[in-house]
């Protein structure tokens, strides 16, 4: 079985890196597209330099653009890459509009598509997230759900059980193979922080940055909290919120801003943070992973496992409630369970594929 394997953003190498280690491993036969729609080096090339993944054999380098044009550009010229490889499948990860994309131009050419973590769902449909991913769900033959709720979900949405594999979510993998090379490699003195007394911060999602009042109202917030617990914030800010800061004259006091930090550098952070705030999918899983309490700077989730097991509060963007969720999870006892699976959910995912080629 030839797979090509579509990704294009920051957490998209890093969930996939798993899966890539794993068909490494097994020398299946592989390839990487890259659509290039993050290209600034620290949202790109230290991530494959970090996690060691191989050189992609397509680079598409579409870039930044509106999200009709980006998408347009994305299927036009993965397209041919797909005609002159010919994939027996194309893998794609989680809801970006490479990820869009990426199953669209597949699906259209008849190659089968794996989608890793089908069956999130906010019900949000203001998020563009949430419309790449059920459509990449409806395009995909091999859905890898992270959990037995999102297999409920993809089930409830009429697709059949035979389809949906529940794998874990590749995090936990990413989690697990890269904390001790972390703590091995970086060291928190670079931020001038001791462990558990500081506050770790991101937030980047277009529906909060894009909208003044909102953003405006988050930083309050963090502002708050930085003053009430009396300890260092520090927030790497993703390009696109700079952008958004910029526009819009927003000039947070008492925070840390920081360029967006490498893998190891943030896993490190998150690892020993007192408190994670974030808007963030993949940070909401990893603090849960690693059993540090987060708040939620939106007003819903697609990964509500993490609140059923106490992880982490939906605060929405009001200072007060955003201060009030940070009170609350500090007094939270720890030892809830990890949701997400046992890391081994990027050599479940390939065994399926490989299995399933000579079924
Ligand atoms: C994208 C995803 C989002 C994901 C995030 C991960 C979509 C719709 N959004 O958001 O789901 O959570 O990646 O980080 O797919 N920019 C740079 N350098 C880059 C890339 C972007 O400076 O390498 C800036 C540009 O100003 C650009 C803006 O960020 O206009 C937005 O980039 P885009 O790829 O559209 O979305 P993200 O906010 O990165
Ligand atoms: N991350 C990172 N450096 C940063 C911020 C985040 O390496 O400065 C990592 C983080 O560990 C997580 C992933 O990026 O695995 C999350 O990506 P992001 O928040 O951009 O996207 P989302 O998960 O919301 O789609």
Known sequence: MKIGI?????????????????LEARKA?????????????????IFFEQLNLPKPRHALGVGSASHAEQTAKILTSAEKVLLEEKPDCVLVQGDTNSVLAGALAAAKLQVKVGHVEAGLRSYDRTMPEEINRVIADHCAEYLFAPTEKAKAILRGEGIPAAKIFVTGNTIVDAVFQNVEIARARVSLSNWRVSPNQYVLVTVHRQENIHNKERFTAILEGLEKVAAELKLPVLYPVHPHSRKMMEQFKLKPAGLTLLEPLDYLSFLLLENHARLILTDSGGVQEESC????PCVTLRDNTERPETIEVGANLLAGTAPDKIMDCSREMLGRDRS????????????????????SSHG
């Open 6 to 22: 579509i990704l294009g953003t920051r957490p998209e190498f890093i969930k996939m890196a798993p899966i890539i280690r794993e």
């Open 29 to 45: 036969d592989f390839f990487l597209l890259h659509t290039g729609q993050h290209y600034s080096a620290n949202l790109d090339g």
């Open 289 to 292: 992973v690693l059993k540090v």
């Open 336 to 355: 809830w369970a990890n949701p997400f699976g046992d890391g081994k959910a990027g050599k479940k995912t390939v065994s399926i594929l490989l299995r």
